[in-house]
């Protein structure tokens, strides 16, 4: 009797230390399989090559829009920033980009507010462009980041009397929203497709390449996020701009194919947020309410069809392999100005929002 109990413990013990060995062992590929995927999806990003692509490049803009090139430390790494709009005092417009590009990718909404009166400070992220970085690292860099252009700015005497602005898209939409955890003096936030926290992009991003896999796998991007950015990483855009009271200006296209306009969106937020001074625009026009086309014109949305027809049957000719210098012929022909004109309506309600919020 005392040997079938003491085997039936020792299967009992046996089992138990074998399901916390597979709990262990998943526990290890989990987190090697997360790190992995993760790391993968916040690459470093150098400069396009301006000669085979139709945005803007600033050496056609300079003798217009000239600007000064300053820098500032994020954590280890320098990041390169632009002013422009260099004497005037309306305030300063404060650009965060999104992943993926700098702040020349977003020369038509600079120049823009430039134009509007508004001095501008742009810089590229950790990772991206002329910036150090080996990596973007990952969704909260965005935020370290920005917090760091904002403590240099605090620093310069020439921005003492400006009243400071923030506009961002996408992964700086979430970036300038989430900044008003912090105690700085901010006078208005235009957040464009921005999502509400790091971890539901994440999610988000992660269950249309993996599927509801990505629902397992939630604990370890939980943990290795913390691992990164600390307690940055556990922030939402839905509690700072509740603790703030700062008058902020949500945008989002209702068929954003990256950052869902019913899911991890801030603006799918909009029954927690109690601040009063929030203002919305949903654009659901077809063909410009995505996560990048709601910033073109009707204009340059047509130009940039023209283009695409005509790149396509370029492809076709070379049998899907175009020669670099007959890439560099096409593009040298494009209107720069008319495939990246914007969408005035909108930034003009940007402009609106920004002039009331500093009560010009």
Known sequence: MKIQQWGKKRTIKFVGLS????????????????????????????????????????????????????????????LQGYVYGLNQEQGLVVVAHGLGGGADSYLSQITYFVDQGWRVFAYDATGSFDSEGKTTKGFPQALIDLDAALTHINTQE???????????????????????????????????????????????????MMGGFINIQYPYLWLYQRILFGETASLNAVDAINRSNVPVLIIHGTEDE?????????????????????????LSEPGRSGHNNLFRS???????????????????????????????????????????????????????????????
């Open 258 to 282: 990256l950052v869902a306009y019913e899911g991890s969106s801030i603006i799918s937020n909009l029954d927690a947020i109690t601040n009063p001074k929030v203002r919305t625009i949903s």
């Open 298 to 360: 009707n204009a340059g949305m047509d130009y940039i069809e023209e283009i695409n027809i005509a790149y396509r049957k370029l492809y076709d000719r070379y049998e899907h392999n175009i020669p670099h210098e007959v890439k560099q012929d096409f593009y040298s022909e494009i209107d720069r100005a008319l495939a990246q004109d914007l969408n005035r309506d909108l930034m003009d309600e940007i402009q609106s929002f920004f002039l009331k919020s500093t009560g010009k």
């Open 158 to 208: 020439e921005f003492v009397t400006l009243p400071i602005l923030l506009f961002g898209h996408s992964w700086g939409g979430y970036a300038v929203a989430n900044l008003l955890h912090y105690n700085y003096e901010i006078a208005g936030v235009a957040t464009v497709s921005g999502a509400n926290s790091s971890m539901e992009m994440i999610i988000e991003q992660g269950r249309s």
């Open 19 to 78: 399901i916390v060995g597979i709990i262990v062992l998943f526990s290890i590929i989990s987190m090697v399989i997360v790190m992995f995927i993760y790391n993968g999806q916040f690459p470093r990003y150098e400069r396009h090559d301006t000669t085979v692509t139709a945005g803007l490049r600033y050496e056609d803009l300079e003798e217009q829009y000239p600007r000064s090139l300053v820098s500032f430390k994020s954590g280890n790494n320098r």
